[in-house]
């Protein structure tokens, strides 16, 4: 089965409302609508609503960078899956390491998360990735078993076609350190084996992204590793020209 290749750009706290809006129709202006692409766009929470409008009747979706797992009560700052829904987002990030690492959100918080994300219309993007210490351990299979395990608890079944897994190394994540051809295609083989034994054939039709510091100078080399179906950008993707460049570099590769 051919994946569908997919370019998220993660903007974390970056870009005012007028900012995002200014910048999603630079790229609109660059890059034309393509349905054989899926490029997602992940602001600001602040940015959401403008953005959806803004790409209203495209091919380009909006993504939200997180999302409680209930749907309402008394959780100040917090936002549920069916206010994301509500303003027509499509996908959530789950599990950055920023949010494992910073604010200490746990494997079960998490897969608390994806439950909930996995039964609304949301399609969930389950980022996974070991520390530098854990890689020089000799931990990083231990890890990524562990976490797609915990992490997608209770999931009896899973459609292919609404989740989307995300390998980040801890390490290369905002570093300009990326992990090497052989470090990601070994570890996006271990991330296919371990999906292929929950989910059977379903598992394997996951798409699986890197994301560790992804440029338009390594764009792609990395995707011509085996098993990476595109990619999840932090820094490049808050730039006209380098998320432009990834983005073309993606649409013209021969598979």
Request: proline content about 3%; aromatic content about 8%.
């Amino acid at each position: 089965m051919i994946i569908k290749p997919i370019i998220a750009g993660n903007w974390k706290m970056h870009k005012s409302n007028d900012e995002s809006i200014s910048f999603v129709g630079k790229i609109q202006k660059r890059i034309l609508d393509d349905e054989l692409t899926e490029i997602i766009f992940c602001p600001p929470f602040t940015s959401l609503f403008s953005i959806v409008g803004t790409l209203d009747n495209s091919s380009f979706s909006v993504g939200a960078q997180n999302v409680h797992c209930d749907s309402h009560g008394a959780f100040t700052g917090e936002i549920s899956v069916n206010m994301l829904d509500s303003i027509g987002v499509k996908y959530v990030i789950i599990g950055h390491s920023e949010r494992r690492h910073i604010f200490d959100e746990s494997d079960h918080f998490i897969n608390e998360k994806i439950i909930a994300v996995n039964s609304s219309n949301l399609i969930p993007i389950f980022c996974i990735g070991e520390t530098l210490e854990q890689r020089e351990s000799g931990l990083t299979d231990k890890i990524i078993k562990e976490q797609i395990e915990l992490g997608m608890a209770k999931l009896d079944s899973i459609d292919p076609k609404k989740f989307i897994v995300a390998y980040e190394p801890v390490w290369a994540i905002g570093t300009g350190k990326t992990a090497s051809v052989l470090q990601v295609e070994d570890a996006h083989l271990k991330i296919k084996t371990n999906l292929r034994i929950l989910f059977g054939s379903k598992g394997e039709e996951i798409p699986v992204l890197y994301g560790g510091s992804v440029n338009e100078n390594n764009a792609e080399s990395l995707l011509k590793v085996d098993g990476v179906n595109g990619f999840l950008i932090g820094g490049a993707s808050l730039k006209v020209d380098s998320f432009c460049k990834i983005i073309d570099i993606v649409k013209n590769f021969e598979r």
